[in-house]
């Protein structure tokens, strides 16, 4: 069994910084693509930030320049470093992971309880 746990939500100004992580934790062989989703009431889960393994990253266009994703692989860690946020930033955030372990090693898509960001004007 694989747990992802998200901290470092909270309260924030407009303008300001806040760090997420996302630790992994469980029999993993391995984490393939990992990534971020928020969503706001009213609102579908969206795709904010993924990074691949080998690196490679891909955001949203709406926090492209102030949101860096990065990954921990020793630690099955993963970070999202958000600066410049603004009041539509505010939502739940969640881990996601395509994890491969011993009893499902072709691999098996993984969600965080989330953690909430709320950025006030």
């Known amino acids: 069994q694989v747990q992802l746990v998200e901290s470092g939500g909270g309260l924030v100004q407009a303008g300001g910084s806040l760090r997420l992580s996302c630790a992994a934790s469980?029999?993993?062989?391995?984490?393939?693509?990992i990534g971020w989703y928020r969503q706001s009431p009213g609102k579908q889960r969206e795709l904010v930030a993924s990074?691949?393994?080998?690196?490679?990253?891909n955001y949203a266009d709406s926090v492209k320049g102030r949101f860096t994703i990065s990954r921990d692989n020793a630690k099955n860690t993963l970070y999202l470093q958000m600066n410049s946020l603004k009041p539509e930033d505010t939502a739940v955030y969640y881990c996601?992971?395509?994890?491969?372990?011993?009893?499902?090693?072709?691999?098996?898509?993984?969600w965080g309880q989330g953690t909430q960001v709320t950025v006030s004007s």
């Open positions: 996601n992971a395509a994890v491969r372990t011993y009893s499902r090693p072709t691999g098996y898509d993984y």
């Open positions: 990074i691949t393994s080998v690196g490679s990253t």
């Open positions: 469980g029999t993993i062989i391995r984490i393939t693509a």
